[in-house]
């Protein structure tokens, strides 16, 4: 265990739907970061928290928001769900803000849309 | 712009034999850090190994080493004696002092048959 928390695991919806992801970060961290897992894009990042505030943004698309919780947890809202936002989402989670940081990942929130 | 490539998609080996997973880098930042993450069947990411710009000294810890060159941007990782647990695929990621995100490669694809 990561001490990474999300939800949920596997997640099943249509096209043109809204779903929420939710990510606990690691006890004692501060940075939330979300990523996008899918066989044609690999690895890909989509935004950053700091303490509640926005502080990296990557190819995140505009029907995707997210933010992050005064608890520190944080959750990415997808809307208009098409067949290509699905993928595996994984949230990770860092002590400070530094490129140094070693990133904590959690299990992931699998989403297929249908 | 941060890019990492890893040009090996697959390999496969018996087990007790060595894997070497090539990784080349971009950066245009001169304090950089480079990672080593593993994403095993089940799915987790599991950070295996960083090394910041300054330091090129290779290690080893275990069955794993490493091999960073600034002077060809690459950071190759090794399994020494690989056995089946280690089946999974191998991220080489990168991130800059100031960029909060960590940017990885396409990952590699290591099957160990027993």
Redesign the interface.
Known sequence: D?GVTQTPKHLITATGQRVTLRCSPRSGDL?V?WYQQSLDQ??Q?LI?Y?NGEE??K?NILERFSAQQFPDLHSELNLSSLELGDSA?Y?C?SSVA????????????S?LTVL | AQKVTQAQTEISVVEKEDVTLDCVYETRDTTYYLFWYKQPPSGELVFLIRRNSFDEQNEISGRYSWNFQKSTSSFNFTITASQVVDSAVYFCALSGMGDYKLSFGAGTTVTVRA
Request: zero cysteines.
């Open positions: 990561s940075s970061y690999g690895l990042f950053q700091y502080r990296a990557g595996l994984f990770a803000l530094s490129g140094a940081n070693v990133l904590t990942f959690g299990a992931g699998r």
